[in-house]
């Protein structure tokens, strides 16, 4: 374990959003995995997180702390400050609802259709001057002001909202350690001209700023080296991942996130998913297909039920024995992009039950919540867990699932997610766009023999329990230590 130290991590979503609720102030914790891996900093290190507020009362709690930190206790009890940023209204739509999603979340998981979209029209430009730009300023300023009470703090920071705050913060702290880790793909150089020039370059330019840039994959890595090389200039060297430019040189790394194998065993076995596991064993067909995605276009969803469709076209042996449960957490609905998909979603599922369903089975169980107890209860169920994302930075669920798995359940990935570079050996191969082959691949999960199901699915546990997140958070910290070392002496 690295020495404790100050780390300013910066993020938009924060580890806990604040509501009322019969008049109370309530406290929920933030969900997705960028989140659920950085909790065990709070408890390792002396923590400022600064993030957006996101609801009324996250705004009345900034209000009421005159801009500055509040004190807060994470779950396992470790206290840390959370500052938190109340945006103007507008330009946080703009910056989150246009830049960052759908046109950066698109153009990093190639899902444009480059015929028709996207349109860099002047609303997409005043996006980015009068959204983007000020809220990665307000992002900016905040870590200026915990650096200045702070100078020895290195700065931690996440993902594609927030690219061009580095850059502002080291005009002002040329000294002040800064690392950027980006959780989503990094596309080839190519695709970043889907972005005007001053755009793409800012993005690059912006990122370069920081002393270490991580990334889940080699893959992504490569990739960010390329188009820091194509479209900045920069000079690379894709051996040792090293860009100079601007007159500093950036590490970038490539160090694929994991999640907290002990808070897992914990929760398989709580009272609360033991039930769920109950209702589910009661209901389930002797095959369980899993899929656990949020709602967003880049995970594949539609071809993943096509896939069961065709799967169940050449299989009917199988119909009325096996079900496909899709848990979904519905994500980003005030973007139209995302609200279609959904739409598109529920109209796959229910054309294939429409076609197979009998008396007493439903061949795709679709249900849209955000329900994490009822997702390790059917981890815990599976057979075959479904993986396609067009697609992925990493893709956790492929590390969480086969962890508590207790059926011998088979991993079915696309090799476009991060986590393939893992566990690709251990799991079937599938491209997210020939739906044939991921009906195959259903079909072999299901006919695999024992030992070899449990063979990949221990090799896969093994590789998850040996890098759990825990060292994840200790290796950025070590680089960063690494490199930071001589401009402290
Ligand atoms: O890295 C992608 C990510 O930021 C994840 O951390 C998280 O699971 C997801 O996107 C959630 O996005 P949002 O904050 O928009 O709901």
Same mark, same amino acid.
């Given at each position: 374990?690295?020495?404790?130290?100050?780390?300013?991590?910066?993020?938009?979503?924060?580890?806990?959003?604040?509501?009322r609720?019969?008049?109370?102030?309530?406290?929920?914790?933030? !969900?997705?995995?960028?989140?659920?891996?950085?909790?065990?900093?709070?408890?390792?290190?002396?923590?400022?997180?600064?993030a957006?507020?996101?609801?009324?009362?996250?705004?009345?709690?900034?209000?009421?702390? !005159?801009?500055?930190?509040?004190?807060?206790?994470?779950?396992?009890g470790?206290?840390y400050?959370?500052?938190?940023?109340? =945006?103007?209204?507008?330009?946080?739509?703009?910056?989150?609802?246009?830049?960052?999603?759908?046109?950066?979340w698109?153009?990093?998981?190639?899902l444009?259709n480059?015929?028709?979209?996207?349109?860099?029209?002047?609303?997409?430009? =005043?996006?980015?001057?009068?959204?983007?730009v #000020?809220?990665?300023?307000?992002?900016?300023?905040?870590v200026?002001?915990e650096?200045?009470?702070?100078?020895?703090?290195a700065?931690?920071?996440?993902?594609?909202?927030l690219?061009?705050?580095?850059?502002?913060?080291?005009?002002?702290?040329?000294?002040?350690?800064?690392?950027?880790?980006?959780?989503? #793909?990094?596309?080839?150089?190519?695709y970043?001209?889907?972005?005007?020039?001053?755009?793409?370059?800012?993005?690059?330019?912006?990122?370069?700023?920081?002393?270490?840039v991580?990334?889940?994959?080699?893959?992504?890595?490569?990739n960010?080296?390329?188009?820091?090389?194509?479209?900045?200039?920069?000079?690379?060297?894709?051996?040792d991942?090293?860009?100079?430019?601007?007159?500093?040189?950036t =590490?970038?790394a490539?160090?694929?996130?994991?999640?907290? @194998?002990?808070?897992?065993?914990e929760? @398989?076995?709580?009272? $609360?998913?033991?039930?769920?596991?109950?209702?589910?064993?009661?209901?389930? #067909?002797e095959?369980?297909?899993?899929?656990?995605?949020?709602?967003?276009?880049?995970?594949?969803?539609?071809?993943? /039920?096509?896939?069961?469709?065709?799967?169940?076209?050449?299989?009917?042996?199988?119909?009325?024995?096996?079900?496909?449960?899709?848990?979904?957490?519905?994500s980003?609905?005030?973007i #139209?992009?995302?609200?279609?998909?959904?739409g598109?979603?529920?109209?796959? @599922?229910?054309?294939?039950?429409?076609? /197979?369903?009998q008396?007493?089975?439903?061949p795709i169980?679709?249900?849209?919540?955000?329900?994490?107890?009822? $997702?390790?209860?059917?981890?815990?169920? /599976?057979?075959?867990?479904?993986?396609? @994302?067009? /697609?992925?930075?990493?893709?956790l669920?492929?590390?969480?699932?086969p962890?508590?798995?207790e059926?011998?359940?088979?991993?079915?990935?696309?090799?476009?997610?991060g986590?393939?570079?893992?566990l690709?050996?251990?799991?079937?191969?599938?491209?997210?766009?020939?739906?044939? !082959?991921?009906?195959?691949?259903?079909?072999?999960?299901?006919?695999?023999p024992?030992?070899?199901?449990v063979?990949?699915?221990?090799?896969?546990?093994a590789?998850?329990?040996?890098?759990?997140?825990?060292?994840?958070?200790?290796?950025?910290?070590?680089?960063?230590?690494?490199?930071?070392?001589?401009?402290?002496?």
């Amino acid at each position: 374990m690295s020495e404790r130290r100050k780390l300013i991590v910066v993020s938009n979503r924060g580890p806990v959003s604040y509501r009322r609720e019969h008049g109370e102030r309530v406290l929920r914790r933030g !969900g997705g995995g960028l989140v659920t891996a950085l909790r065990s900093l709070v408890v390792e290190h002396d923590v400022t997180w600064i993030a957006s507020a996101m609801t009324d009362e996250d705004r009345a709690v900034a209000e009421e702390a !005159g801009g500055e930190a509040v004190d807060e206790r994470s779950h396992e009890g470790a206290s840390y400050r959370l500052r938190l940023i109340a =945006h103007d209204e507008s330009a946080y739509d703009w910056y989150y609802n246009v830049v960052s999603n759908p046109m950066l979340w698109f153009v990093q998981h190639c899902l444009w259709n480059l015929v028709y979209d996207p349109n860099i029209d002047p609303g997409l430009h =005043h996006a980015w001057e009068e959204g983007y730009v #000020p809220v990665n300023a307000a992002f900016a300023d905040a870590v200026l002001a915990e650096v200045e009470a702070e100078p020895d703090s290195a700065v931690f920071f996440h993902d594609y909202h927030l690219y061009l705050a580095p850059r502002m913060v080291r005009e002002r702290r040329p000294e002040t350690p800064l690392v950027h880790f980006v959780h989503i #793909p990094w596309p080839q150089p190519d695709y970043w001209r889907v972005l005007p020039p001053p755009i793409r370059r800012a993005i690059h330019d912006g990122v370069l700023a920081c002393d270490l840039v991580g990334f889940h994959t080699t893959r992504w890595r490569r990739n960010f080296l390329r188009s820091a090389s194509d479209l900045l200039g920069a000079d690379c060297d894709f051996e040792d991942g090293t860009v100079d430019y601007d007159g500093r040189r950036t =590490h970038i790394a490539a160090r694929p996130l994991s999640v907290d @194998a002990a808070e897992f065993d914990e929760l @398989a076995a709580s009272e $609360t998913v033991l039930a769920l596991e109950r209702e589910l064993t009661v209901a389930r #067909p002797e095959f369980l297909v899993l899929r656990v995605d949020r709602t967003d276009p880049s995970k594949n969803v539609v071809r993943g /039920f096509r896939a069961f469709e065709l799967f169940l076209d050449a299989h009917p042996e199988l119909h009325a024995r096996v079900s496909m449960l899709a848990l979904l957490d519905p994500s980003r609905q005030d973007i #139209p992009e995302y609200a279609e998909y959904l739409g598109a979603i529920q109209r796959a @599922a229910r054309r294939v039950n429409d076609r /197979f369903q009998q008396e007493g089975w439903t061949p795709i169980d679709l249900r849209i919540e955000d329900n994490f107890a009822e $997702t390790v209860a059917a981890y815990k169920q /599976f057979d075959v867990l479904l993986v396609n @994302a067009i /697609f992925d930075g990493l893709n956790l669920v492929a590390k969480e699932a086969p962890l508590v798995n207790e059926r011998d359940g088979v991993l079915v990935l696309s090799e476009n997610a991060g986590s393939h570079e893992e566990l690709g050996e251990w799991a079937l191969t599938v491209n997210p766009f020939d739906v044939e !082959g991921q009906a195959e691949a259903i079909h072999a999960a299901l006919t695999m023999p024992r030992e070899e199901r449990v063979a990949r699915l221990d090799a896969i546990r093994a590789h998850v329990r040996g890098n759990d997140v825990t060292d994840w958070l200790a290796a950025q910290l070590a680089d960063l230590d690494r490199l930071t070392a001589p401009a402290r002496t």
